[in-house]
């Protein structure tokens, strides 16, 4: 009963709630500034051979931005097309991550699920985590969802047929949009330090490798940069903490007594007994 009616208030009190205005604007807002960016995934999908049924059945049934930057620039390359759909399949297993974490979260019917499956995205999860409360959090699921899928088939669609209608995308400076869109979309990503270091050495890996390997097998030995970096950021924990470890066993017990080696403090008081002894 108290679970309810704490998840019941959604009006802005001050005390952390947001009410459900907010939240749909603030939805809104992130669902139309990302939505806009379809417009360069359906020119880079024509520049880079697509068809436009083609590019159009990737928003619609892929829906994943990243992922579909990465198998269409794979594709531009001159990669195999299996080859770049395993790159575009590894970089979307992310949003099965975000799942688990969502369905607990916002405990739709099981009937809902699947529908909702095709809106776990980066934006979406972003916008849902942040919000204090169930019904806000499926809120701005569902608004940030249906606008981010709605303007993104859209603009994927006026994309790709302006695409078609100017015909060499190459010639416009446009065959780069998709790149610095992809580019735009992760660096905000990039906070901490571990994250930073998996993305310059996916960049030399990448880019290293393209003039020795086939197309597309760069991006997914790029990949690797992921665990290299956690396993050294583990050995440098483990370090850290071995050296924390030395510390406080140096014979010194944490609490500042040492059983071992007498205490100067102790040894000045004893020999200060002992001279007024003397005296």
Do not use: H
């Amino acid at each position: 009963m108290t679970e309810q009616t704490r998840l019941a208030k959604t009006r802005d009190d001050g005390g952390g709630k947001k009410s459900d205005g907010a939240v749909v604007r603030d939805s809104l807002g992130v669902g139309v500034a990302v939505g806009l960016s379809g417009f360069a995934f359906g020119v880079t999908s024509v520049g880079s051979g697509l068809s436009l049924p083609q590019t159009c059945a990737l928003s619609l049934l892929v829906f994943t931005g990243a992922s579909q930057f990465a198998l269409v620039g794979a594709l531009a390359a001159g990669g195999n097309p299996f080859t770049a759909a395993a790159g575009a399949f590894f970089l979307g297993v992310r949003n099965a991550f975000y799942g688990l974490r969502l369905s607990q979260m916002l405990a739709f019917p099981r009937a809902v699920r699947p529908f909702a499956a095709q809106w776990v995205i980066d934006e979406t999860t972003a916008v849902a985590l942040a919000q204090p409360t169930r019904r806000a959090g499926r809120i701005g699921f569902t608004v940030t969802g249906f606008t981010l899928y709605v303007l993104w088939n859209l603009t994927t669609l006026l994309g790709a047929l302006g695409a078609e209608a100017i015909g060499d995308t190459g010639a416009w400076g446009l065959d780069a949009a998709g790149p610095a869109v992809f580019l735009a979309l992760l660096a905000p990503m990039l906070k901490t330090a571990a994250e930073r270091a998996v993305a310059g050495i996916a960049v030399v890996l990448g880019l290293g490798l393209l003039p020795v390997l086939p197309a597309g097998v760069p991006v997914l030995l790029a990949a690797t940069a992921a665990p290299l970096v956690l396993w050294a950021e583990g050995r440098r924990r483990g370090a850290d903490g071995a050296r924390m470890g030395c510390r406080r066993g140096d014979g010194r017990p944490e609490g500042g007594q040492d059983d071992g080696v007498p205490d100067p403090q102790g040894e000045d008081g004893l020999r200060g007994d002992r001279q007024g002894d003397v005296r």
